[in-house]
T-cell receptor, first 114, second 112 residues
């Protein structure tokens, strides 16, 4: 089954403790991206990747890092999480540039930073 | 970047009725997409309509696009309880450096 898998689905942690949210897709998609969803603000793009070793900032990249060492994986790294990063995070992938094609979303990761 | 804005923010109708949601955006686009999000889940792609198309159908869904008015509508016919969800429009300029820009969504409630 074609899918985007995120882990963990839920995480409560404390300020400053480094964490990684993993994302994996099995559709051989070149494009992957991370979004955060906050009430009243909708979905905002954090980072995206057009291919292996090619990543770029989205609209709200501050406080986040990503890497794309393999085509299928696109982890999101919070080196020093802060409470304002409490949010619902989504990973997505698409066959070609995001603006041309539908995106496939994971089920989300709800992060709470205390 | 351009942004889709959905209207209304919330909509409650009876099962069996039709639901219409609207989306407006600001700048020229390559395509416009509609997504559905069930509570606590990821977004699911519904329909993509390109800028040179005016109308598209998929099952009980009908999407229209008016590029002169920079607006789109999503019509769900014969609504069901399972259609209860949030619906988002997203605009794409088509460039590799530009992603999709999502609106804030319309929350649709279908009353049994």
């Amino acid at each position: 089954e074609a899918q985007v898998t995120q882990n963990p689905r839920y995480l409560i942690t404390v300020t400053g403790k480094k964490l990684t949210v993993t994302c994996s897709q099995n559709m051989n998609h070149e494009y992957m991206s991370w979004y955060r969803q906050d009430p009243g603000l909708g979905l905002r793009q954090i980072y995206y990747s057009m291919n292996v070793e090619v990543t770029d900032k989205g609209d709200v990249p501050e406080g986040y890092k990503v890497s794309r060492k393999e085509k299928r994986n696109f982890p999101l790294i919070l080196e020093s999480p802060s409470p304002n990063q409490t949010s619902l995070y989504f990973c997505a992938s698409s066959l070609s540039p995001q603006g041309f094609q539908p995106q496939h979303f994971g089920d989300g990761t709800r992060l709470s930073i205390l | 970047s351009q942004q889709g804005e959905e209207d209304p923010q919330a909509l409650s109708i009876q099962e069996g009725e039709n639901a219409t949601m609207n989306c407006s955006y600001k700048t020229s686009i390559n395509n416009l997409q509609w997504y559905r999000q069930n509570s606590g889940r990821g977004l699911v792609h519904l329909i993509l309509i390109r800028s040179n198309e005016r109308e598209k159908h998929s099952g009980r869904l009908r999407v229209t696009l008016d590029t002169s008015k920079k607006s789109s509508s999503l019509l769900i016919t014969a609504s069901r309880a399972a259609d209860t969800a949030s619906y988002f429009c997203a605009t794409g300029s088509g460039g590799g450096a530009d992603g999709l820009t999502f609106g804030k969504g319309t929350h649709l409630i279908i009353q049994p």
